[in-house]
């Protein structure tokens, strides 16, 4: 499939925004067990609203992706069949909580609204936080569904595909809180780091299966079963039509398959073991630094990934235009 980088840019910036406000809500819930050091609620705030910012320019993104962006409206129309509709509603409903969320730490609307047996005290900002969270895991099934739920498509109709958005999106997302926290000093910035190398890892895991999965594939659709013909040598002289078209473009990256394996091997090592090291550096050293430069080479090598993943799916269409693709 073609990687539009609207669609790359959508996927892994609300991801990391997804991710970050899934670790402020992890960091408060910490403290409420009283497992952490509470933190100023302006921690909190900030955090939130920093993910409010990568989830807006995620929505951005994707307008670039649209024919007729006036008519996007729509896109939420067919909610009850279609995981894209649900992406669509679900978003904002995120970004609205995130939102609320961190105005409620600004704001210092804290004090307790009822208490759990003996010393659990539930206030507005929880509440807050257990909601978007429930929310932000429903955001992530949704964007992944939108390729997993594909039949035809055999390298994305997996769960796999699902548990890839979920770990690399809150991986990046935890590496962006590691970051935060270690550039303000923040004393949370070892427990962020952390669940952003236990996050990666599994990230790492999951990809790898994915990856397996996919060379290990017997796809249904071939030369014979493209144009009805069940001889067993079949050799295509020519493509379906004289010059490039719509078919051509949308449905295949056009590159090299030697380019494909590059950026395969540049996102295996960008987002998983270098920001790894960085971060064991980082922790050595007590660096304020290198959690940012883990981040940032982190997010590259997502970006790379999420190229790679729309590239490896093979559309049937493809074994008819074989002679361009």
Known sequence: MHPAFSVIF????IGAG???YLAMVTGQLYAVARLLPPQK???YAIGSMVALVLLIAGLVASFFHLGRPERAWRAAAKWRTSWLSREVIVLPIVMALVFAYGAAHWMGWTQPLFQLGESLQVDLTLLLGILGTLASFA????TAMIYADVKFLQEWHTPLTVSNFIFLGAASGFMLATAYSAYISNPLAAFYGAWAVILTLAGLVSRLAHLRHNARLKHKSTVQTAIGVRHSKL???SQGAMGGSFNTREFFHGQSQKTADR???AFLILAFPVPI???GAAYVTVSSTLPVAAFLVQFVGLMAERWSFFAEARHPQNLYYQSVA
Do not use: A, N, W
């Not at 955001?139 to 949704?142: D, G, I, P, S």
């Open 263 to 265: 950026v395969r091997y």
């Open 10 to 13: 959508l996927t892994t910036l």
């Open 235 to 237: 050799l295509q002289k």
């Open 139 to 142: 955001l992530f099934v949704c």
């Open 41 to 43: 609620d302006q921690f």
């Open 18 to 20: 997804q991710g970050l």
């Open 277 to 279: 090291l960085l971060i």
